[in-house]
């Protein structure tokens, strides 16, 4: 079975988040058997970029977009006042890595994360404000042409990457 999705690690329930709890995974019924079948590529880009667990929550500091950090011009600052920047951009190019050798068109990841966020992630000032935006990792697997879905779109991405495979 060739590989139909990339997912966040967090969302299969791997241990993986800031805070090294288990969020709510997502797995249903269509999924589990995606991921029996080996059909699903999955990958935490924080801990990809050498970041631990548990670690400080992070966020893409005020006035910097994803974009800012994938070009150099932005940073991710964790709460306890420490530059991740360079491992979030090195985690996100793991992950393209990964989806681009898997040739994963889909992916489904974290909303609201720094680094996994689709349309929403923090303001930067750790204050739980949410802003429209993406993480980093969601940025750069979008312009590599990596249609983006958060985790309560787990149907609807399944039924596109289905649909890619049909047509392909």
């Known amino acids: 079975m060739a590989i139909k999705l990339f997912m966040s690690a967090c969302l299969v329930g791997q241990c993986c988040r800031y805070d090294a709890k288990n969020g709510p995974s997502i797995v249903n019924r269509r999924l589990h058997q995606m991921l029996n079948c080996g059909e699903i590529a999955v990958i935490c880009p924080e801990c990809a970029g050498g970041l631990d667990v548990p670690r400080a929550p992070a966020e893409i500091a005020p006035g910097s977009c994803a974009q800012d ?11 306890d006042g420490q530059d991740v920047t360079a491992a979030y951009v090195k985690g996100a190019q793991a992950a393209l890595a990964l989806a681009q050798r898997c040739n994963v068109k889909v992916a489904v990841l974290k909303s609201r994360s720094p680094s996994c966020g689709a349309k929403q992630v923090y303001d930067g000032t750790f204050s739980s404000r949410l802003i429209d935006g993406m993480g980093v990792t969601a940025a750069l697997l979008s312009q590599n042409g990596i249609h983006i879905f958060e985790e309560d779109e787990l149907d609807a991405a399944i039924d596109f990457a289905e649909s890619l495979q049909n047509h392909s």
Do not use: D
Not at 69 to 79: F, P, Q, Y
């Open 69 to 79: 950090v994938l070009i150099g011009r932005g940073t991710v600052v964790s709460a």
